[in-house]
């Protein structure tokens, strides 16, 4: 579904991009003389990285994003406060010098930073080809008309990954010595309605090859310096990109009926000089002459080096702004990350060089915010699979090196990722009827993973796992990313894949959750179950029954010291987190309001619902709510208990959805579900049994 042409409406144009740059550059020279190991590695001549940006003293992934957001929106007549989406795209969750952060998500920071009040906010991974997912997602529900403009921001300190590698490489064919190529930036673009301007994006498609996953894969050391690693079949991975990206663009632009020689110019990601050079040669003999000069394609590696999911924006950016690209020019933008993803996009621009060249404001002001109604067309779970829910343990890990890929088994002490993933989805898919291959999207929703790994998606590794294939020799293909915003992760998830559904991007989507909390020996309060969790959606063929509707907002904001976090000590890692308990009163405060400003949009009384699905809270809480709250307090809907109190988390909706079915709901009885995140967020959604 992902090569289709766009839907029809109008589509998405950029109004403004801002970058963030740190001061400090770091020479290759001066890259290869910090490696404990000499090595004799023509590392300028085969990438053409003179120089990288490199930040780690006083900024970090989170300060990047938050100032190239700044930089966008100073751009724009478009305000924080008229933004209706916030996607984070960072792979980077580094936000101090030891440790990275789980919880909240980076998208419910960077709202309450940059007085996004009103948006609807969570974070996207899908490893470099991250921004784009974003832009993806972000387009679609332009064009259907659910939302009026969206930002989506990434901030990428990647550069402490070279300092370890410069610790661990031994030689010139170590697997670590991609890590001497990333560069740091922080890139946003604004995203708005294009209605009959002369710009915007024509096509966006990307396609998740996941058989190819184990060629790049980014988390903690097991070293005894800590800090995170990544290891890179370079050669491997350079060769399935440019195949399966080129095979996708040539599908690409046949469904448009264009050719390479009708763009003025190419960004592709940006890696190294030979990939950019092998990928036109490649390109050349796909289409057969020669469509395309190196001349035409934006090469931003010598002052910038691989700056994973901003790549492309700070391109856009630079080029504009020494005059490579122009206004009216056709560009296309060639997508590649590991997983493996492959992306095209299309996009004519408006006045934005010259914009970005000048440094002067668009003009467009924000479009009116589309007033919610019931869906005509609801999205129905169509199949539930569960696993039991296991207790969280304190067992701390080393090296990522990648999910287990064993039998599934969903019980004992050892669990995976890939195991509760593969339990879920199986039975989940068994219920349903239908095979792996016809599923065309598949999102992960989980927060915490076996080996804490930062790259590929976890949803990429489980397509190419359980056979979830998009690769040009299969008959289908999928698209597969990772959402992220705590335990309001699965109900995000199953908004996003019915957008997507609704907006025509996919026919069957699968969201899929699993929790592995590694956490700190002796941590207080209640866990998260190790617990897995699959829903599979599509539109409902009778329009009978199905999700109707969504809402969700900020109710306060995030407290700095109450989250997750990823701490090392000695080579092993492990999760800090504060007691989940703690917010759960806040949640149970605000959980009716929310719950109510969804019905009035909607115009569904409340004594109409059958029953309440809530986040999990702890009994005395949850026993308080239900005294306190009129009429749908009583309604709620008992959760499946969890071993020793632990967090259901993220599979608290199915496990709450699928026990309300059982319990005796009929058909057309309204049920509404909920969730709340430590980003201090609520959700909501009305659902039609």
Not at 378 to 387: H, K, M, S, Y
Not at 402 to 407: D, L, N, Q, S, Y
């Amino acid at each position: 579904m992902n090569i289709q042409a766009a839907p029809a409406g109008p589509g998405s144009v950029i109004d403004s991009i801002g970058v963030a740059l740190p001061d400090r550059v770091m020479t290759t020279r001066e890259v290869l003389d910090g490696c404990r190991s000499r090595l004799a590695l023509p590392l300028e001549q085969t990438t053409g990285i003179v120089s990288r940006r490199v930040a780690g003293d006083v900024e970090y992934a989170l300060d990047l994003a938050t100032r190239a957001a700044q930089d966008c929106v100073s751009r724009s007549s478009i305000g924080p406060a008229d933004v209706d989406l916030l996607i984070s795209a960072s792979i980077s969750r580094v936000d101090s010098p030891d440790r990275s952060t789980y919880e909240p998500s980076a998208a419910t920071q960077l709202r309450h930073r940059l007085g996004c009040e009103r948006a609807w906010a969570f974070d996207v991974t899908n490893a470099c080809a991250g921004q784009f997912t974003g832009i993806y997602v972000a387009d679609a529900l332009i064009r259907a008309g659910e939302i009026g403009s969206a930002l989506i921001v990434s901030g990428e300190y990647i550069s402490h990954l070279m300092r370890t590698a410069q610790l661990e490489i031994t030689d010139e064919l170590d697997a670590r010595v991609a890590c001497l190529t990333l560069g740091d930036a922080g890139a946003a673009v604004l995203l708005t309605r294009a209605d009959d301007g002369p710009g915007g994006f024509d096509h966006i498609g990307i396609r998740t090859v996941g058989r190819y996953h184990n060629l790049c894969v980014a988390g903690p050391t097991d070293q005894p310096h800590g800090g995170v690693i990544m290891k890179t079949d370079m050669m491997g991975l350079a060769a399935v990109g440019i195949r399966e990206m080129v095979k996708h663009t040539q599908q690409a632009l046949a469904t448009m009926g264009l050719s390479p020689t009708d763009f003025d110019r190419f960004i592709p990601h940006q890696t190294s000089t030979l990939a950019i050079q092998a990928a036109v040669r490649r390109t050349n003999k796909v289409f057969g002459g020669v469509v395309l000069d190196e001349r035409d394609v934006i090469n931003n590696l010598p002052r910038r080096g691989n700056t994973a999911t901003t790549t492309h924006p700070v391109a856009l950016r630079d080029a504009s702004r020494d005059g490579r690209i122009r206004t009216g020019d056709r560009v296309l933008f060639e997508v590649a990350a590991s997983g493996v993803n492959v992306g095209t996009a299309a996009y004519r621009l408006d006045g934005l060089p010259d914009r970005l060249a000048r440094g002067t404001r668009s003009a467009r002001t924000a479009p009116p915010r589309p007033r919610p109604t019931r869906w005509p067309d609801p999205v129905r779970a169509v199949a539930i699979g569960l696993t039991e829910p296991q207790p969280a343990t304190g067992a701390m890990t080393g090296a990522a090196t990648g999910p287990a890929t064993g039998p599934a088994t969903a019980a004992g002490p050892d669990v995976t990722t890939l195991q509760l993933i593969r339990a879920a989805t199986d039975d989940c898919l068994r219920r349903a009827g239908v095979r792996a291959s016809g599923v065309d999207l598949l999102i992960h929703v989980g927060v915490y993973r076996t080996g804490m790994i930062a790259e590929p998606a976890i949803a990429a590794i489980a397509a190419g796992e359980l056979g979830f294939d998009g690769s040009t020799a299969a008959t289908g293909e999928i698209l597969a990313f990772d959402v992220t915003n705590g335990a309001l992760g699965m109900l995000d998830g199953c908004r996003i894949a019915a957008e997507l559904i609704r907006a025509g991007k996919a026919d069957t989507a699968v969201v899929v959750a699993s929790e592995v909390e590694q956490r700190e020996p002796g941590a207080a309060g209640p866990g998260v179950a190790r617990c897995g969790s699959a829903v599979l959606l599509r539109l409902d063929p009778d329009r009978a029954s199905g999700f109707l509707g969504f809402h969700s907002r900020s109710v306060a904001t995030p407290a700095a010291d109450r989250g997750a976090w990823v701490m090392q000590d000695g080579g092993h890692s492990f999760i800090r987190a504060t007691d989940r308990a703690e917010p759960a009163a806040a949640y149970a405060e605000h959980l009716p309001v929310v719950v109510a400003e969804l019905l009035d949009r909607l115009r569904v009384r409340p004594d109409a619902i059958r029953a309440v699905v809530p986040p999990w809270l702890p009994p005395p809480v949850e026993r308080r709510l239900r005294d306190t709250w009129p009429v749908l307090g009583p309604r709620l809907a008992a959760l499946p208990p969890a071993r020793d109190g632990t967090d259901l988390f993220t599979s608290a909706l199915p496990m709450g959805l699928r026990a309300v079915s059982a319990g005796g709901a009929s058909p057309g009885e309204l049920v509404v579900v909920v969730g709340a995140s430590t980003g201090m967020e609520i959700g909501a959604a009305l659902y039609r049994i």
